[in-house]
């Protein structure tokens, strides 16, 4: 049950696009398709941006998408914009072990 | 309007027990397993425990094995967690969340554990 490993921090400028990494192992990232993102803003209860993967919920932007490649997975932000500021979380569903999260990364808008 | 409403955070000292409650309304809360999941101070996200609908499998992460219970009364519509043992690195905004764990769709506002003397 050891954290998925993300950087803890990237930025972009308005309009242009970052992408988030998150590493695991085929235990987890590399052996399902239950890969999840979510953004949080401070003070706020997280909100799932994407899941199994590249699936985006019902009202979030298509200015998010994400993506896997053996045991990385990656979140990309398109066109950023100001209210997209927030910390990004990963996530994989990991069977009997339950769920396994990132360490976060926490966007700027520069 | 799917709503998840967590109660029963608090100050307790260490070595001691606090029972969280999680409300579910706006869907049908037996049909899905549900999740408790929790962030300390300052920290990342942190997922504490799972529970199946019928309340037959239930999963927790290592740190809390034999300290924490998650169970759940589908009559009342109502998640627990029952908090032994407690420490101080326990301390942490719980969140319940619907779902094993795929994508979490939803959650609660979150109730505050504060392990201290």
């Known amino acids: 049950q050891s954290a998925l490993t993300q950087p803890p921090s990237a930025s972009g400028s308005p309009g242009q696009s970052v992408t988030i990494s998150c590493t695991g192992t085929?235990?987890?990232?590399?052996?399902?398709?239950?890969v999840s993102w979510y953004q949080q803003h401070p003070g706020k209860a997280p909100k799932l941006m994407i899941s199994?993967?590249?699936k985006r919920p019902s009202g979030v932007p298509d200015r998010f998408s994400g993506s896997k490649s053996g045991n990385t997975a990656s979140l990309t932000v398109s066109g950023l914009q100001p209210e997209d500021e927030a910390d990004y979380y990963c996530?994989?569903?990991?069977?009997?072990?339950?769920?396994?999260f990132g360490g976060g990364t926490k966007l700027t808008v520069l | 309007e799917v709503q998840l409403v967590e109660s029963g955070g608090g100050l307790v000292q260490p070595g001691g027990s606090l029972r969280l409650s999680c409300v579910a309304s706006?869907?049908?809360?037996?049909?899905?397993?549900m999740s408790w999941v929790r962030q300390a101070p300052g920290k990342g996200l942190e997922w504490v425990a799972n529970?199946?609908?019928?309340?037959?499998?239930?999963y927790y992460v290592d740190s809390v094995k034999g300290r924490f219970t998650i169970s759940r009364d589908n009559a009342k519509n109502s998640l627990y967690l029952q908090l032994n043992a407690l420490r101080a690195e326990d301390t942490a905004v719980y969140y319940c969340?619907?779902?094993?764990?795929?994508?979490?769709?939803?959650w609660g506002q979150g109730t505050l554990v504060t392990v201290s003397s």
């Open positions: 969340a619907r779902g094993l764990g795929y994508g979490y769709v939803s």
């Open positions: 706006g869907f049908t809360f037996s049909s899905y397993s």
């Open positions: 529970i199946k609908q019928d309340g037959s499998e239930k």
């Open positions: 085929s235990s987890d990232v590399g052996g399902n398709n239950y």
């Open positions: 199994e993967v590249s």
């Open positions: 996530s994989s569903y990991a069977g009997s072990s339950g769920v396994v």
